[in-house]
């Protein structure tokens, strides 16, 4: 049983360039959620995906966008990329948030993304 | 505004020397209580999820405990392979989302 997958496992980029981080969930998963983890710090929770639509948002600017497909895959893009904006992004995927509690989520390796 | 803090930031054992990283939380109705693993470079590994106060749950040489103001994590007899850093994080009723609330995590390194 393949885990969630992120795709690319490191990327470098450039002050204002444009970035797209992908992540497919594990299998029987319907739910994705991104976190930006600094170094040192905790993941700060981006967004939330589920029936292709973004659920919930955390405290981060609109040049953090995401997408979901049918398949349950996920996208995650940033504009204009800052100096701050380096960090390994976290991609999680659980079951919906449903009557029987809250889902456990499970994390993938992330992408190490580093803006020069 | 709710908050996760973890305490000690980093802690140091001998293998076989037994201790506890603390959790607590300010968190408006708390939805879950979460423990994950994390291995430099890697994503967070689940361990455990508590509900309710009372609540305990074990794994191998973890246990997880829960009060309604913190969270215990027990490791018991540790060994080098234990060498991780371990984030607690909640989930508050005013969402119904996934938003975990992280907090910065313990270090914890065993030395044989």
């Known amino acids: 049983d393949a885990g969630v997958t992120q795709s690319p496992t490191h990327l470098i980029k450039t002050r204002g360039q444009q970035v797209t981080l992908r992540c497919s969930p594990k299998?029987?998963?319907?739910?994705v959620s991104w976190y930006q983890q600094a170094l040192g710090q905790g993941p700060q929770f981006i967004f939330q995906?589920?029936?292709?639509?973004?659920?919930q948002r955390g405290n981060f600017p609109d040049r953090f966008s995401g997408h979901q497909f049918p398949n349950y895959s996920s996208e995650l893009n940033v504009n204009a990329l800052l100096l701050g904006d380096s960090a390994l992004y976290l991609c999680?995927?659980?079951?919906?948030?449903?009557?029987?509690?809250?889902?456990?989520?499970?994390f993938g390796p992330g992408t190490r993304l580093t803006v020069l | 505004e709710d908050q996760v803090t973890q305490s000690p930031e980093a802690l140091r054992l001998q293998e076989g020397e037994s201790s506890s990283l603390n959790c607590s939380y300010t968190?408006?109705?708390?939805?879950?209580l979460f423990w994950y693993r994390q291995d430099p470079g890697k994503g967070p590994e689940f361990l455990f999820t508590?509900?309710?106060a009372g609540e305990e749950k074990e794994k191998e040489r973890l246990k997880a405990t829960l009060t309604k103001k913190e969270s215990f994590l027990h490791i018991t007899a540790p060994k080098p392979e234990d060498s991780a850093t371990y984030l607690c994080?909640?989930?508050?009723?005013?969402?119904?989302?996934?938003?975990?609330?992280f907090g910065k995590g313990t270090t914890l390194s065993v030395s044989s």
């Open positions: 999680a995927s659980s079951l919906a948030p449903g009557l029987a509690g809250p889902p456990e989520q499970f």
């Open positions: 299998s029987g998963h319907d739910t």
């Open positions: 995906y589920y029936e292709e639509e973004e659920r």
């Open positions: 968190v408006s109705g708390l939805r879950g």
């Open positions: 508590l509900y309710s």
């Open positions: 994080a909640a989930l508050n009723r005013r969402q119904a989302g996934t938003a975990l609330i």
